[in-house]
Nanobody, 126 residues
């Protein structure tokens, strides 16, 4: 059972990236799937989340209008489309799965998730 985050990299300000969170050993649709990020010297931040079943979405104010979260049940994968990237988006991004099914824990920046994936580094720099 694991979550695998991928898609990070180096991008110029204003650029775009798509992160993927793929699950093995369980069905993502049964969980709320969220993204956290942590930058050096900064606290962890809950960036985005999509709930199970009804697919409600959440975005932190810092990314609203620039990031979009979506899921592909056939591929058991959730995506985070990031556009208009800024240097302050530079961080290690982690995907998480929560059996509560809602995004409440991501909104509250709680770390007690069922599964954590290894991070993928996003660096926004010219």
């Amino acid at each position: 059972v694991q979550l695998q985050a991928s898609g990070g990299g180096l991008v110029q300000p204003g650029g775009s990236l798509r992160l993927s969170c793929a699950a093995s050993g369980f069905t993502l649709d049964d969980y709320a799937i969220g993204w956290f990020r942590r930058a050096p010297g900064k606290e962890r931040e809950g960036v985005s989340c999509i709930s199970s079943s009804v697919y409600n979405t959440y975005y932190a104010d810092s990314v609203k209008g620039r990031f979009t979260i979506s899921g592909d049940n056939a591929k058991n994968t959730v995506y985070l489309e990031m556009s208009s990237l800024k240097p302050e988006d530079t961080a290690n991004y982690y995907c998480v799965a929560d059996s509560w099914g809602s995004c409440a824990k991501v909104v509250a920046n709680r770390g007690d998730m069922d599964y954590w994936g290894k991070g993928t580094q996003v660096t926004v720099s010219s």
